[in-house]
């Protein structure tokens, strides 16, 4: 056994699902040391489709959505003197045509935040009355779409939108339903980057300054546009609940003074998204839709009570924690090589198929995954490991730290949980890879989502080449 065999103090192996459910689709066991998701084994996937490939289990898919759908619709029925919940799934984290049907099947509606994601949601058959539009730079073209369709609302982010919204809602004769983003001043979320509440960043309307008070005065001046409500999201990768019911409180107390100094009445509020997901044995276990839900209803009724406001609409959007664990990548093992470290000792590095090209967040943000051998059982001694891709950058970090079974080789396959939340959206062509395609299977059977791209594809957008 050579220095890499031993695994330092504090294990880092990967928890299977029986032991950590929460990182796996609804579906993963491992069968006679093969891992199957969705009733298939992922052998037969590497044999038959090729790696690395993006899973998906869509069982669990459509059981997150409808979770989280009926977590909204009990915590804020009407019976119990509210005024209706909802949730919106968040494109970003994971769209396709399938994905954005089968939410929509489970009761939820969806956020988009591109002209892309407005189209495809469109195109997909979502009923336009369940579509939101993000953004924070919104072009012409992706307003007019989201009139012409009728779509429930536009998140309004700055006075320039204000004006932009009310000039394409005048020039097309329609009333433009909006909400307000709101910018609350707290501080959430796994990391600086996906903090979206604190004042110095690029989204919302801050309520310290009065930024927020003015645009809804704007907005009740204007003749073309319909305030439909008040949005806050405060970042993402929260786990509990305490910054969701402060969020939900400040929201709740602006729509107090809106009433106070404008004589309005707020009927809907949106309190966003990020609810976090684990990742590796060391992340906690994640807070539940119904946790979330029964914890912003308490808070939405105790703050209107106070106020004496009328109990508004409520809606949220989960993307991360219904995309995430849903959805495992599947990599090749190539080059497995140990190198020696400066002061002693060993590393190994693993080299699989794919790397920042289909899973940017560990570089961006410091993401930590882990991953677990999918084809057999491996060697009892275990190998602290780095999980690299192939690409021309000493960044290209997948996994920076995880015990895998020592006799790791070449051809074995590697699979990572939890990349179903901004693995392929945020995939790129670097190197000029090509993007995986993500394959759903359900009671056994494979089938395309979304197509692996080949050179080809590429090749075909160089008009150099023509």
Known sequence: MNEADS???GSLVCPGPEER?????????????VLHVGGADLTRIASDYGTPTFVLDVASLRGRARVWASAMAEEFWEGYGMSGGDAFYAGKAFLSADVARIVAEEGLGVDTASLGELTLALRAGVDP???GLHGNNKSDREI????????????????????????IAADMGVSAPVMVRLKSGIHAGGNEYIATAHEDQKFGLSLASGQALGAVRAIQRASHLDLRGLHSHIGSQIFGTAAFVEAARKV????????????LEVSAIDLGGGVGIAYTAQDPVPTSPVEVARALAGVVRERCAHHGLPIPRVTVEPGRSIAGPSMVMLYRVGVVKDVSLEGGGVRR????????????????????YTATLANRDGSTALARCRVVGKHCESGDI????????????????????AVGAYGYSMASNYNMATKPGVLAVEDGEAHWFLRPQSVDHLLALDAGLE
Do not use: C, K
Request: glycine content about 10%.
């Open 129 to 131: 009355s369940r579509i």
């Open 252 to 263: 709740i107390d602006f729509a107090a003074l809106v009433r106070e100094r404008l004589g």
């Open 7 to 9: 695994v330092p103090v």
């Open 398 to 417: 997948v996994i920076r730290d995880v015990d895998l079974p020592a006799d790791i080789a070449g051809g074995d396959l590697l699979a990572v949980p």
């Open 144 to 167: 007019r779409l989201a009139l012409e369709a009728g779509i429930h609302r536009i998140f309004i982010d700055s006075m320039d939108e204000v004006r932009q919204v009310e000039r």
């Open 349 to 368: 590095y693993v080299a699989i198929d794919g790397g920042m090209s289909d899973n940017i967040r560990p570089v961006l943000y410091g993401a930590a």
């Open 21 to 33: 459910p929460d990182l796996w689709p609804w579906s993963a066991a491992r069968t006679g040391g």
